[in-house]
């Protein structure tokens, strides 16, 4: 396990609830290939945050890599309200590419 990841996992014994630090162990998790994990710490920051669609893109990219095509179809529909929400139009154009990409998939 990485340094990175222990210290984010101290910081987050301190405060469990702390979105920057729940989305960081979630990204560090995926860049490692821990899919598992990374949903859980991702999760739980889309859960404390308003997220503007990033989030949402690695969540359902963690689905993708592990086979969970509708899990990643409804995290990108998240996401496309979300980055809408934010006017990211250019964020709802890519997710809505990738939802017609995995529903060839299915």
Partial sequence: MSDRIESLKKALEKDPNNPLGNFGLGMEYFKQGDYENAII????????HDDEGAGYRTLAQCYVNLGEIEKAIETYER????????????????????????????
């Fill in 41 to 48: 710490y991702l999760t739980k920051y889309l859960s404390l």
């Fill in 79 to 106: 996401g496309m309200q979300q980055a809408a929400k934010y006017n990211h139009p250019s964020m709802v154009e890519e997710f809505r590419q990738e939802i017609e990409n995995l529903k060839s998939m299915l």
